[in-house]
Structure formats: structure tokens, C-alpha cells
Antibody, heavy 123, light 112 residues
């Protein structure tokens, strides 16, 4: 079955850019939406954004000015960049797959998820 | 402040049933039959339990059921078991314009 694995630095300095990659195995990245979701320690889930395999994106307006999500279909990977990070961006970052409706829009639910990776913002 | 409102905690004894509510607006829960529910045990990734309001993925116990009325969705767990103790999050599609997806703040379920 499809599995997702996040990778990237676990420590990022304030004001720098957080970069993570999600590798999709056991299936193609095509014909789905792919999402990043984060969870600060002890807090709830926050949706960061989507990317369709074709490259179209949709971001959480609270993060939109700092977020870029990209896809590399040749590597079966998609990536997250979050700029100008602060301590408030410290969180477990998850990647997840979202199915597509017949209209081409995301179905708004996520399965499967990666195991998550903790990113700490600290000098 | 989360976009969807859930109770912070619920509890029940083994064998009992509990219901977790998830209140949104006419722009998310009320407009789409695309509410999902996730179970999260400590240190683990969320697991999809209900999608599109009331559908169960393969492998999820039929003790878990979902419903919706107006702007409020609900997750019911019947025949509570110790392993059901976890955090539960609701989620709703909110349209093709931003924000695309909204989550609830989460509910801690304690099995007494």
C-alpha cells in the first residue's frame, strides 16, 4: 500500500527557511492531492496547504505569505518550504494524501499520513 | 482558535457509547458532506476513522459512526474499549478557495 515518509532538518534557526520533503512509495503521486499538516507540541492539527500532482496549489491563508509547496513527479516527491520561521513554527510536520473528486477538487480528507517529523526552531 | 469547535474532553466507561460533536459554519460543515474524523494516539500520526461524513475506511471497526445535522457533525463510538482512549479530530473541506480545509481543536477521550 501507499506509504509516505517525511525527511528534512530537525532543527532550523529563527528567520531561516524550513524545508521538508515527502517521498511517496508503493504508488504513483499522480491523480491525487498531497498535503502538509502540522501539529505544535501539545496542540491540535493545522492544515498548511495542498498541491495537486499537476502543480496547482491552495494554502492556508494564515501561512500563505510564507509557504511554498512543490511537486516532483519524476521522483514521486513533494516538498514544503516555510520561510522566516519563528519558535511558533516548531511542530511535528506531517505529509498526507487526499483523494480527488470527479470534478477535480480535493475530497478534503487525508489517508494515508506519514509518520511525522519534528522540526524545532531555535538558535 | 480552531475553525471547527469540539469539546476539549469526553469520557465514558467500557461498553458505553459516547458522541463527540464538531460545529462549523455554513461555509464548511454545512456546505459539504466532506467531514472526516481522525484518531490520534500519543506520539502517533492521525488515523482516518470516518470520511465523507459517515463512511468507514476498510479495517475501521463498525463501532465508529459519523453523522451530520446542519453545521454540526458528530462521531459516535459505541461499545467503548480501553484502546479507544485517544485524541479525536474532526476536519471539513471548506471549498476551493482558501482556506481549503479546516480542523477542529481536538477532543481527548478518556475511557474510565
Amino acid at each position: 500500500q501507499v506509504q509516505l515518509q517525511e525527511s528534512g532538518p530537525g532543527l532550523v534557526k529563527p528567520s531561516e527557511t524550513l524545508s521538508l520533503t515527502c517521498t511517496v512509495s508503493g504508488g504513483s503521486i499522480s491523480s491525487y492531492y498531497w498535503s502538509w499538516i502540522r501539529q505544535p507540541p501539545g496542540k491540535g492539527l493545522e492544515w498548511i496547504g495542498y498541491i495537486y500532482y499537476s502543480g496547482s496549489t491552495n494554502y492556508n491563508p494564515s501561512l500563505k505569505s510564507r509557504v511554498t509547496i512543490s511537486v516532483d513527479t519524476s521522483k514521486n516527491q513533494f516538498s514544503l518550504k516555510l520561510s522566516s520561521v519563528t519558535a511558533a513554527d516548531t511542530a511535528v510536520y506531517y505529509c498526507a494524501r487526499a483523494p480527488v473528486s470527479v470534478a477535480g477538487t480535493p475530497r478534503g480528507w487525508f489517508d494515508p499520513w506519514g509518520q511525522g517529523t519534528l522540526v524545532t526552531v531555535s538558535s | 482558535q480552531s475553525a471547527l469547535t469540539q469539546p476539549a474532553s469526553v469520557s465514558g466507561s467500557p461498553g458505553q457509547s459516547i458522541t463527540i460533536s464538531c460545529t462549523g459554519t455554513s461555509s464548511d460543515v454545512g456546505s459539504y458532506n466532506l467531514v472526516s474524523w481522525y484518531q490520534q494516539h500519543p506520539g502517533k500520526a492521525p488515523k482516518l476513522m470516518i470520511y465523507e461524513g459517515s463512511k468507514r475506511p476498510s479495517g475501521v471497526s463498525n463501532r465508529f459512526s459519523g453523522s451530520k445535522s446542519g453545521n454540526t457533525a458528530s462521531l459516535t463510538i459505541s461499545g467503548l474499549q480501553a484502546e479507544d482512549e485517544a485524541d479525536y479530530y474532526c476536519c471539513s473541506y471548506a471549498g476551493s478557495s482558501t482556506p481549503g480545509v479546516v480542523f477542529g481543536g481536538g477532543t481527548k477521550l478518556t475511557v474510565l
